[in-house]
C-alpha cells in the first residue's frame, strides 16, 4: 500500500495548493497538485483539508494507483469520515466530492499526521503566490 502524507495551504480566496510524499518500498517521491475552493469562517480551515486530499486523492487514481494510505494533519476531517458526523452546510459538498475521489481506490485509509516540512512549503508557496 502506498503512503501518502499530506502537508496543504490555502489563501482567502480559496487557491490552494497541496503537497504529498509518496512512500512505498523502493523509496519516496514528492507530489504537487494545485486545488480551488470555497473559503468560510468560522470553518477553522476544514475546507481546505477538504480541497487537499480531494486533489492529492484525484491525482493518485489518475496515476493508477489503487491503495493508499493518507497521512493528513486534519484530525477533523478524519472523525468526519470514520464517524459520518453531521457537517456545517458548506462542508456537505466538498464532502461528497471527497467520497466520490475516495471510492476510486480499491482500498484507503485515513490516519492523523503530521508533516511541517511539508506543510511549511505549501504555506510558503500560497503567500509567494498572493504577494505576487
Known amino acids: 500500500m502506498l503512503q501518502a502524507q499530506l502537508g496543504y495551504a490555502a489563501d482567502r480566496y480559496g487557491h490552494g495548493v497541496a503537497y504529498a510524499r509518496l512512500t512505498t518500498r523502493a523509496g519516496e517521491r514528492l507530489v504537487r497538485a494545485a486545488f ?21 486523492a484525484a491525482m493518485l487514481s489518475a496515476r493508477g494507483i489503487d491503495r493508499v494510505r493518507f497521512l493528513l494533519p486534519d484530525e477533523s476531517l478524519i472523525a468526519d469520515r470514520r464517524e459520518h458526523r453531521p457537517l456545517p452546510p458548506p462542508i456537505e459538498l466538498p464532502y461528497v466530492r471527497l467520497g466520490c475521489a475516495l471510492n476510486r481506490f480499491a482500498a484507503f485509509d485515513l490516519q492523523a499526521g503530521e508533516d511541517r516540512d511539508l506543510s511549511a512549503r505549501a504555506v510558503a508557496e500560497v503567500e509567494l503566490h498572493t504577494a505576487a
Do not use: H, K, W
Open 36 to 56: 480551488r475552493i470555497a473559503r468560510f469562517p468560522g470553518l477553522d480551515g476544514r475546507e481546505v483539508a477538504y480541497g487537499a486530499l480531494t486533489a492529492i
